[in-house]
Protein backbone atom coordinates (compact mmCIF):
# COMPACT_ATOMS: atom_id res chain seq x y z
CA UNK A 1 0.00 0.00 0.00
CA UNK A 2 1.07 3.43 -1.13
CA UNK A 3 0.75 6.85 0.43
CA UNK A 4 -3.15 8.47 0.33
CA UNK A 5 -5.28 7.70 -2.14
CA UNK A 6 -4.84 9.52 -5.69
CA UNK A 7 -7.11 11.86 -6.18
CA UNK A 8 -8.86 10.96 -9.91
CA UNK A 9 -9.72 14.64 -11.49
CA UNK A 10 -12.61 13.34 -14.35
CA UNK A 11 -14.03 16.38 -16.46
CA UNK A 12 -17.80 16.77 -15.87
CA UNK A 13 -20.08 20.16 -15.85
CA UNK A 14 -20.65 21.84 -12.77
CA UNK A 15 -24.32 21.39 -12.52
CA UNK A 16 -23.98 17.86 -12.71
CA UNK A 17 -21.92 17.97 -10.79
CA UNK A 18 -23.79 19.34 -7.88
CA UNK A 19 -26.83 17.73 -8.94
CA UNK A 20 -25.12 14.49 -8.20
CA UNK A 21 -24.04 15.71 -5.36
CA UNK A 22 -27.32 16.74 -4.12
CA UNK A 23 -28.96 13.13 -5.18
CA UNK A 24 -26.44 11.00 -3.44
CA UNK A 25 -26.51 13.10 -0.04
CA UNK A 26 -30.82 12.55 -0.25
CA UNK A 27 -28.99 9.13 -0.17
CA UNK A 28 -26.70 9.36 2.91
CA UNK A 29 -24.21 9.33 0.68
CA UNK A 30 -21.10 11.41 -0.99
CA UNK A 31 -20.24 11.76 -3.89
CA UNK A 32 -17.13 9.41 -3.91
CA UNK A 33 -18.88 6.47 -2.22
CA UNK A 34 -21.43 6.93 -4.85
CA UNK A 35 -19.08 6.28 -7.79
CA UNK A 36 -16.88 3.98 -5.69
CA UNK A 37 -20.47 1.95 -5.65
CA UNK A 38 -20.56 2.28 -9.15
CA UNK A 39 -17.37 1.26 -10.04
CA UNK A 40 -17.51 -2.25 -8.30
CA UNK A 41 -20.49 -3.06 -9.75
CA UNK A 42 -19.18 -1.95 -13.30
CA UNK A 43 -16.63 -4.26 -12.52
CA UNK A 44 -18.57 -7.42 -11.23
CA UNK A 45 -20.53 -6.97 -13.84
CA UNK A 46 -18.42 -6.67 -17.05
CA UNK A 47 -14.82 -7.18 -15.92
CA UNK A 48 -12.47 -9.96 -16.58
CA UNK A 49 -9.70 -12.43 -14.36
CA UNK A 50 -7.87 -9.77 -14.27
CA UNK A 51 -10.48 -6.65 -13.51
CA UNK A 52 -11.85 -8.80 -10.82
CA UNK A 53 -8.33 -9.58 -9.14
CA UNK A 54 -7.79 -5.77 -9.28
CA UNK A 55 -10.87 -4.77 -7.39
CA UNK A 56 -10.05 -7.25 -4.90
CA UNK A 57 -6.57 -5.94 -4.44
CA UNK A 58 -8.47 -2.38 -4.24
CA UNK A 59 -10.90 -3.69 -1.88
CA UNK A 60 -7.77 -5.04 0.32
CA UNK A 61 -6.01 -1.38 0.24
CA UNK A 62 -9.13 0.18 1.11
CA UNK A 63 -9.55 -1.73 4.28
CA UNK A 64 -6.32 -1.40 5.11
CA UNK A 65 -6.63 2.39 5.04
CA UNK A 66 -9.84 2.38 7.21
CA UNK A 67 -8.05 0.32 9.68
CA UNK A 68 -5.20 2.47 9.73
CA UNK A 69 -5.22 3.10 13.87
CA UNK A 70 -6.25 7.15 14.21
CA UNK A 71 -8.13 6.84 10.97
CA UNK A 72 -7.29 9.02 7.72
CA UNK A 73 -4.07 10.80 8.11
CA UNK A 74 -4.62 14.65 8.26
CA UNK A 75 -3.31 16.74 4.89
CA UNK A 76 -0.27 18.21 5.43
CA UNK A 77 0.45 22.12 3.84
CA UNK A 78 1.73 22.34 0.38
CA UNK A 79 0.28 19.10 -0.30
CA UNK A 80 -1.79 20.39 -3.57
CA UNK A 81 -5.33 19.43 -4.55
CA UNK A 82 -5.78 17.33 -1.80
CA UNK A 83 -5.08 19.59 0.91
CA UNK A 84 -8.17 21.66 1.95
CA UNK A 85 -11.77 20.46 1.60
CA UNK A 86 -13.13 17.29 0.40
CA UNK A 87 -14.20 17.00 -2.42
CA UNK A 88 -17.71 16.87 -2.38
CA UNK A 89 -17.33 20.12 -1.09
CA UNK A 90 -15.40 21.70 -3.60
CA UNK A 91 -16.55 24.30 -6.07
Known amino acids: MAGQTPIQPIRVPRRMWDAYGRVVARMGKDRTEALIAHMRKMIG ?47
Open 45 to 91: QFGDEADRADLEAAEDELRERRARKGGRPRNEPGQGASHGAPLGDRK
